[in-house]
């Protein structure tokens, strides 16, 4: 009776890669907790998890609650993939466990290494290192926009040189913490997912950088078209109608000489954001297509 009480419930749905940030959002609002999002980038799928001691519905009801919400996130164009709803009862040493095969230390050049706290993975010689793990964070650094935007924040930090960085989705806080362990100065990073924020808080003190990131709430739709502070390197990793919406004000704080490092755009999608950036002066500097998805980061024309 004891071990039963001690399980939890794991619920899971695989869907895209596509998909998977509007499945995780339900499974937040449905479980009042962050999901645990593992993405298998071969496949490609995603299987995001939520654990708990007790369902917030009978088994039954859980799945056609489900499968209403997972049939919604379809009607907005999404690709869904296989939608595979999956509960069961599992040991809670197990579920952890679990996760641990999945996730493999990331290497992003020579210059930073990004693990989880298990890992016993060593970094190369002057590698910055940022730990971080599954179930307490919104991104590991696995999902290819992200991954993108660590390659740019390496390749674009010029030793010995100030540079400042904004982060305007910050998520996990991955890349503002990433940022700081590369040596950029100041760094800020904003969020308007009050969840998000105490999470990159957490993950910030983790890799003990709180005290060089500033990482406060705010909405993107809510800020000034003109900020005071402005940055060598901006990303913004969010929606594409954000992006197109709120262009002029991204680049607004941005240095002359600045980059704008932009993902999450979904490739269909990508035209319209590359037509808002350019309609504020920049230029396309590098683009990447993985999967679904399309990454690039800008310049300004000269």
Request: net charge positive; with cysteine; proline share 5%.
């Given at each position: 009776m004891n071990?039963m009480?001690?399980?939890?419930?794991?619920?899971s749905?695989?869907?895209?890669?596509?998909a998977?940030?509007?499945?995780a959002?339900?499974f937040e609002?449905l479980?009042?907790?962050?999901p645990?999002v593992?993405?298998?980038?071969?496949t490609?799928?995603?299987?995001v998890s939520?654990?708990c001691?007790?369902l917030?519905l009978?088994?039954?009801?859980l799945?056609v609650?489900?499968?209403?919400?997972?049939?919604?996130v379809?009607?907005?164009g999404l690709?869904?993939?296989?939608?595979?709803?999956?509960?069961r009862r599992?040991?809670?040493?197990?579920?952890?466990?679990?996760?641990?095969?999945?996730?493999?230390?990331?290497e992003?050049s020579?210059?930073?290494l990004?693990?989880p706290?298990?890992?016993?993975?060593?970094?190369?010689?002057?590698q910055a290192?940022?730990?971080?793990?599954?179930g307490l964070?919104?991104?590991?650094g696995?999902?290819?926009t992200?991954?993108?935007?660590?390659?740019?924040l390496a390749?674009?930090r010029?030793?010995?040189?100030p540079?400042?960085?904004l982060?305007?989705?910050?998520?996990?806080?991955?890349?503002?913490?990433a940022?700081?362990?590369?040596?950029?100065?100041?760094?800020?990073?904003?969020?308007?997912?009050?969840?998000a924020?105490?999470?990159?808080?957490?993950?910030?003190?983790?890799n003990?950088?709180?005290?060089?990131v500033?990482?406060?709430?705010q909405?993107?739709i809510?800020?000034p078209l003109?900020g005071?502070?402005k940055?060598h390197?901006?990303c913004?990793?969010?929606?594409?109608?954000?992006?197109?919406?709120?262009?002029?004000c991204?680049?607004?704080?941005?240095r002359?000489?600045?980059?704008?490092?932009?993902?999450?755009v979904?490739?269909?999608?990508?035209v319209?954001v590359?037509?808002s950036?350019?309609?504020?002066g920049?230029?396309l500097v590098?683009?990447?297509?993985?999967?679904?998805?399309?990454?690039a980061?800008?310049a300004?024309?000269?």
């Amino acid at each position: 009776m004891n071990s039963m009480k001690a399980r939890l419930w794991q619920v899971s749905v695989t869907t895209s890669i596509e998909a998977e940030e509007a499945v995780a959002a339900l499974f937040e609002n449905l479980f009042d907790a962050p999901p645990s999002v593992f993405l298998d980038t071969e496949t490609p799928t995603a299987i995001v998890s939520a654990y708990c001691p007790k369902l917030p519905l009978y088994e039954a009801d859980l799945r056609v609650r489900l499968r209403t919400a997972l049939a919604r996130v379809r009607s907005f164009g999404l690709n869904i993939g296989s939608g595979r709803i999956g509960i069961r009862r599992v040991a809670p040493e197990n579920w952890s466990e679990s996760w641990k095969k999945h996730f493999k230390p990331l290497e992003i050049s020579g210059a930073l290494l990004v693990k989880p706290s298990w890992s016993g993975r060593r970094p190369r010689r002057d590698q910055a290192v940022v730990v971080l793990d599954p179930g307490l964070s919104f991104g590991t650094g696995q999902h290819p926009t992200t991954r993108f935007c660590l390659e740019q924040l390496a390749a674009g930090r010029i030793s010995g040189r100030p540079q400042s960085f904004l982060d305007i989705g910050s998520g996990s806080g991955i890349l503002a913490i990433a940022a700081a362990k590369l040596g950029y100065e100041p760094v800020e990073a904003l969020d308007c997912d009050p969840a998000a924020v105490r999470v990159s808080r957490a993950n910030a003190i983790q890799n003990q950088v709180e005290q060089r990131v500033r990482i406060f709430r705010q909405d993107l739709i809510r800020l000034p078209l003109h900020g005071s502070s402005k940055f060598h390197l901006i990303c913004a990793n969010l929606t594409s109608d954000l992006l197109v919406q709120h262009a002029k004000c991204i680049v607004n704080r941005l240095r002359p000489t600045g980059t704008l490092i932009l993902a999450g755009v979904l490739r269909r999608q990508f035209v319209e954001v590359h037509r808002s950036c350019i309609a504020t002066g920049m230029k396309l500097v590098t683009t990447r297509q993985e999967q679904e998805w399309q990454s690039a980061a800008f310049a300004f024309r000269r």
